[in-house]
């Protein structure tokens, strides 16, 4: 267990012992509030090292810019275009540090297909379709899948 989640359990041990002299109900709900602290650090601690690298085209569709939108390091990036038998690599991208690829035409639509590595050598791949008419990655989009990869 780290530090700072033992100081967290203890601290939160002692208030809800005294909570609980005064009313079992108040320390129920602090021992709730104690719980959902511990498993919210325990999920940071998870996702601590997570890169997320996304493919987007720039305004005038003559570049080709990637991201590194997750918070670690992303090495061995591989981009591929397809249908356009494009491919380019980056050697690494910090967290939100991005690179592009100027590309000879235009855009009009097309699929990123890129692959890349973590700090610990796990392999990540993921696709993104490239239109110029719809430029631009969707806010709503969940940065993490919910409901598995696409």
């Given amino acids: 267990m780290d530090k700072n989640q033992r100081i967290v359990l203890v601290a939160g041990a002692l208030i809800t012992l005294g909570l609980f002299f005064i009313n079992v ?4 709900i602090a021992l709730v509030c104690v719980l959902a602290l511990l498993m919210s650090i325990r999920i940071m601690g998870e996702t601590g090292s997570f ?3 996304t493919v ?4 005038d569709a003559r570049e080709v810019i990637v991201t590194n939108t997750g918070n670690a390091r992303a090495q061995k990036i591989r981009v591929a275009l397809v249908p356009m038998n ?3 690599e980056v050697p ?5 540090e991005e690179s592009g690829f100027s590309l000879g035409t235009m855009i009009s639509e097309a699929k990123a297909v890129v692959s890349y590595e973590d700090a610990a050598g796990r392999k990540h ?3 993104y379709p490239l239109t110029a008419l719809g430029a631009g990655r969707d806010p709503t989009e969940p940065m ?5 990869s696409r």
């Fill in 25 to 28: 109900f108040f320390a129920l």
């Fill in 51 to 53: 890169p997320l690298v």
């Fill in 56 to 59: 987007d085209l720039s305004e």
């Fill in 86 to 88: 494009i491919d380019f």
């Fill in 92 to 96: 690494s991208l910090e967290p939100d």
């Fill in 125 to 127: 791949t993921r696709s």
């Fill in 144 to 148: 993490f899948p919910i409901f598995g």
